[in-house]
């Protein structure tokens, strides 16, 4: 079984975040040959959701990301696909995050943008 794009209330479910460090980086052939990012992996810290980092997948086209380590982040449009799967006959979920863009926070409310 499969969700796609369930929305989510990132303050609620992910409380207060930070920038924990970059992840992957996935890329496919273009034109010819040139290799073109289609988008970046990045490990963030929640102050909910404890038990591990907070992966989050932000398209290629949004640039890659320089923040300093455990300085606040925002998700712009977060998502979570979910999937389910069993092994030996016991059944697991993988919770995927995507987001359209992380930001700073400092940079959100320096636009007047509230969280």
Known sequence: MELKNVFIDAKKSLGNITFAGAGKENQ???NGGRRAVTSRTYSLYSDIQRADNVEVTIPGKAGAKHFEYEEPVALINPRVEIEGYAINN???VNYKIYAD???SV???E???VKQ
């Open 28 to 30: 496919q052939r273009v």
């Open 106 to 108: 400092d940079e959100l």
């Open 90 to 92: 016991r059944g697991y």
């Open 101 to 103: 863009d992380i930001v």
């Open 110 to 112: 320096n636009a007047g």
